[in-house]
């Protein structure tokens, strides 16, 4: 994943030229394998070069799309205006890819802003689970929700001992049905997760409470659960799929 947090990192400054997009693709039943095979064929043909899209693959572990692929394209405003259905790229991905894939957009296109100051992004490799909280907040609610983001960011930075991995932010620009986020934190594994838990966890809550005042994370905690709309919170884990993915 390390790949993914360079690339993310420069997306928070080029803010104007680049957009992440994300869709779900369902495979046929019994061609995950040979999916995987041509749908990294196609990426590291086509998806590795500056100035192309870059793709980073997924599958999703839990909710109702287990199971299915979760694809992420960061492009630049350049490649967005140009992009077309019949180019050989496309035509190669249809020819290739497309026979092992029964529902290539099984919930809509959405697209993504990459909220840098939001994000802590640190060297990490091998950080091959995902875990995507995701969240719809409040028109009302939205000055609370990213205060409380900023200042994890702050907390987690000024941790003696950094986290191994990532924690990204982005908003939802198109595709939402109201004001919806996603919070990505990398991992090495579940058993890597539970470790930054038990140890590294309470380290940025003390710190967060040392730089805002006592009690001060469970206070902004609360005010973001008041942010929310019903059900207005969700997890998914996503397994990075690195074949399948640009370099």
């Not at 043909?45 to 299915?68: C, D, P, Q, V, W």
């Not at 986290?163 to 908003?171: A, L």
């Not at 470790?195 to 730089?211: D, F, R, S, V």
Request: charged share 25%.
């Amino acid at each position: 994943m390390k790949n993914l947090s360079i690339l993310l990192l420069s997306i928070s400054f080029s803010f104007a030229s680049a957009q992440l997009t994300t869709r779900t693709i369902e495979v046929k039943q019994g061609q995950m394998d040979k999916f995987i095979e041509m749908a990294g064929k196609k990426t590291k043909k086509y998806n590795n070069e500056e100035g192309s899209a870059r793709f980073f693959t997924y599958e999703i572990l839990t909710g109702s799309n287990a199971g299915m692929i979760w694809r992420m394209r960061a492009a630049n405003a350049e490649y967005m205006d140009n992009w077309d259905s019949n180019s050989e790229e496309s035509e190669y991905w249809q020819k290739n890819v497309g026979p092992y894939i029964s529902n290539e957009n099984v919930n809509g296109m959405y697209m993504w802003n990459y909220v840098g100051p939001m994000s802590h992004n640190v060297d990490s490799e091998d950080q091959n689970l995902t875990m995507a909280l995701i969240y719809e907040f409040k028109d009302s609610g939205e000055e609370d929700f990213w205060r409380f983001r900023e200042r994890v960011v702050a907390a987690r930075s000024a941790m003696d001992t950094q986290p191994k991995g990532s924690m990204h932010s982005v908003y939802c620009s198109s595709g939402c049905n109201g004001n919806v986020a996603m919070i990505l934190f990398e991992y090495e594994s579940f058993t890597d997760q539970q470790l930054y838990n038990q140890e590294m966890l309470p380290q940025m809550i003390e710190k967060y409470n040392e730089l805002y005042g006592n009690d001060a994370y469970e206070q902004d905690g609360n005010k973001v659960d008041e942010s929310l709309v019903e059900n207005g919170r969700g997890r998914l884990y996503l397994r990075y799929i690195p074949e399948a993915s640009s370099d």
